[in-house]
């Protein structure tokens, strides 16, 4: 793995706000973008202590941003009408966001809804 340890570099690599200073000594217990394994993605929840939406796309990591309310609103609004379809037909399962889906090879995906 190869670590890039100058901080000016990687800040402006970054675009890291001003005044905003990350724990580079952090930096080399994880891999690089597009080296992450399905391992690796897998025990990060057990490393962060939280849960986060974090997806693993093509061996790189997506954190991606807190839902807002308008979001949360119209997955709620989806999650029930498409209950509402499956459940008399018995055609499955609805799930909602959470569920961690493998997609292919080093791809998970923690969609907002899930129909099994």
Known sequence: MTVVRDPSLMRSRLKLPKGFEPTWELLPLFPEQGEWSEEDYLSLEEKLDTHRLIELVDGRIEVLPVPTEEHQSIVFFLTQA?????????????????????????????????FL
């Open 82 to 114: 498409l209950y509402a379809f499956v459940k008399p037909r018995r055609l499955g399962k609805v799930l909602f966001s959470g569920f961690r889906v493998r997609m292919r090879a080093r791809n998970f995906r923690e969609p907002d809804v899930v």
